[in-house]
């Protein structure tokens, strides 16, 4: 039988998931699980990069781990871990950081991004090395394919670099991954400023909806949502809050934004927005209830992570031996 071909990706618990983690990538996740070998892990050591309360952080990571799983992704089918379970993402980030160069990440835009929102005394290391990170962790399983959201390119194209530079100079050792990235996923952009993505870690909760938002918050977070003043249900680049909450509609009903526009023909913005929360509502509605179920059950998210690190630390184990050696460390 031919080998599955291997996934890896991750999110950050960096708040709790929001409908651009879950319309961007999760649902994405969970249409390809069972056709590959695929890794799933909740990146708390990348969280850690901009300052986070860790009361904060061990509820989100456990949080994460409950979106994922009532999302749909089975433990029988995938390996669902946390970063920290497993040393060898450090161990192997370190290795890596000694083959990326100043220039490479200096050229990041997520980091020009995130530190420019931080005083320029407290943008740590970690920040700037983060994506060396995030190749430790799809290089360390080979991984093939790795599902992300365009926001994450830039990262994937650097792993490669970095990927293919360590093979010529000591030899095949690494996969050089692709990015997967869905071209009907809509980038799902913040609900206060269309122009900037929607992110769980933005200061002001009405520009995302949670995963777990309940049925009200989410209609009020709609209606206050940043539209224009011509009037006119568009799609177009002019009118990025109506492009948004379009996107929204259309990738959950899988109605064409073409479609949607003729519908609101003559209709106002109230009309649209409600309509949008409605069927937002109606796709979380089954989730929400399995991830107050699992949050009740935190025994049973114990045995999942706790699994999800073994099988996980067993084959990134094999690639640390095997890098290790390469680059000249006496084994022990
Ligand atoms: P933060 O804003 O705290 O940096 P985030 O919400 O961007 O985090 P990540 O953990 O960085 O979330 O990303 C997890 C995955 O979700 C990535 O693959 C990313 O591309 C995707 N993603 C995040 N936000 C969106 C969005 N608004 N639209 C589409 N995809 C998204
Ligand atoms: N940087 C990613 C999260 C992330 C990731 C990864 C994604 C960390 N490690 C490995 C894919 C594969 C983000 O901010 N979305």
Redo the contacts with the bound molecule.
């Keep these: 039988m031919e080998k599955k071909k291997v996934i890896f990706?991750?999110?950050?618990p960096?708040?709790s998931?929001?409908?651009?983690?879950y319309?961007?990538?999760?649902k994405n996740w969970v249409n390809l699980q069972g056709q590959y070998e695929s890794y799933y892990c909740v990146?708390d050591m990348?969280?850690i990069t901009v300052p986070k309360e860790p009361k904060h952080l061990r509820k989100n990571t456990l949080e994460v781990l409950a979106n994922y799983i009532a999302a749909g992704l089975d433990p029988e089918q995938v390996t669902l871990f946390i970063q920290s379970h497993v040393p060898a993402h450090a161990e192997l980030s370190w290795i890596l950081n000694c083959f990326s160069y100043y220039g490479e990440l200096s050229r990041m835009t997520?980091f020009k991004d995130?530190s420019r929102k931080q005083d320029s005394n407290a943008i740590t290391a970690g920040l700037f090395t983060y994506p060396v990170l995030m190749a430790a962790d799809i290089l360390l399983y080979q991984a093939d394919l790795v599902?992300?959201?365009?926001?994450?390119r830039q990262h994937l194209e650097i792993t490669r670099d970095i990927a293919q530079r360590f093979n010529n100079r000591f030899s095949e050792t690494f996969t050089v991954p692709e990015p997967f990235i869905s071209k009907d996923?809509?980038?799902?952009?913040?609900l206060q400023d269309p122009n900037s993505?929607?992110?769980?870690?933005?200061s002001n909760e009405n520009a995302y909806i949670l995963l777990m938002d309940k049925p009200e918050k989410i209609k009020r977070k709609f209606k206050r949502s940043v539209t224009d003043s011509i009037g006119v249900v568009n799609y177009t680049d002019d009118q990025p809050g109506i492009k948004n909450l379009i996107n929204i509609y259309s990738k959950i009903t899988n109605k064409k934004p073409e479609e949607i526009v003729t519908d609101y023909e003559g209709k106002g913005y109230a009309k649209l927005k409600e309509d949008v929360a409605e069927v937002v509502i109606a796709e979380l509605e089954p989730i929400q209830e399995k991830i107050d179920y699992l949050l009740k059950n935190k025994d049973y998210l114990e045995k999942i992570y706790i699994a999800g690190a073994q099988k996980a630390e067993a084959a990134a184990h094999k690639t640390l031996r095997k890098v290790k050696r390469k680059v000249g460390f006496i084994p022990r």
């Design positions: 990706s991750g999110m950050q960096s708040g998931l929001t409908l651009g983690n319309l961007g990538a999760l990146v990348h969280a997520q995130k599902p992300v959201g365009e926001d994450q996923v809509a980038k799902v952009m913040s993505k929607m992110s769980k870690s933005d």
